[in-house]
């Protein structure tokens, strides 16, 4: 439910350059009869056809590669700066409507209009029901209204969409910590450190909450 805050870097993947590769002319051949004719020059149509560009990674192989350095990364530093890198392809949803109703509703919630952002809200999940972060940014708006069930309603439609979303498994940590169900909340910490090992605060939590276990056993 973490909100971005720091641009990625992204890398670029140069094309190769296209050359075409004629065959040499051959010298002209006299025909028997009439004007002497000119052989037209083969052509090696593999030679002649342009080399095909580098194909770009879609969207599902970046995260799949970010998500394998985060899950590998111990630098707390560096894991953060991947953790931006993939909250960056979150939001993008591919559509310039959607993004510019997200920007709207990131101004409502900033302005305090609270109904206003969840209207927006509603309309990018309407317009666009697989895009991970209009669920995610609309639970984190009723979590902060204290419309707990309603949050965890979408954290739940985020997860079905993208289990590894860290963001929505600390709001549904957090979630289940405050209705008293610590259980769950341990099991959610400790799903989220499985994508994301090198966050202290989750790390911190789960010590917390497995101190507090032991400690209602005894």
Do not use: C
């Not at 006299?30 to 037209?40: C, M, Y």
């Not at 030679?47 to 879609?58: D, G, V």
């Not at 169900?181 to 911190?204: G, N, S």
């Amino acid at each position: 439910m973490s909100r971005l805050l720091i641009p990625a870097t992204s890398s670029l993947i140069p094309f190769v350059a296209a050359l075409l590769v004629v065959s040499p002319i051959g010298p002209a051949r006299a025909a028997d009869t009439g004007p002497s004719a000119v052989t037209v020059p083969a052509v090696d149509a593999q030679a002649a056809k342009p080399a095909e560009p580098e194909k770009l990674p879609t969207r599902a192989e970046k995260l799949d590669t970010l998500f394998a350095a985060l899950k590998r990364e111990r630098d707390v530093e560096t894991a953060s700066g991947i953790a931006d890198q993939i909250r960056m392809e979150w939001q993008d949803s591919g559509s310039a409507t959607v993004n510019l109703l997200m920007q709207w509703a990131a101004k409502a919630v900033a302005d305090n209009k609270q109904p206003s952002a969840l209207d927006l809200y509603d309309q990018v999940i309407a317009l666009a029901p697989d895009y991970v972060e209009g669920w995610n940014q609309r639970a984190t708006l009723h979590y902060q209204m204290s419309n707990y069930r309603k949050s965890m309603s979408d954290i739940n439609r985020v997860l079905a969409l993208e289990p590894r979303h860290f963001g929505s498994l600390a709001g549904m940590a957090a979630i289940l910590t405050a209705s008293g169900k610590d259980e769950l909340a341990l099991r959610a910490w400790e799903q989220f450190l499985a994508v994301y090992p090198a966050e202290r605060k989750a790390q911190e939590q789960v010590g917390e909450l497995e101190e507090k276990l032991a400690g209602n056993r005894t």
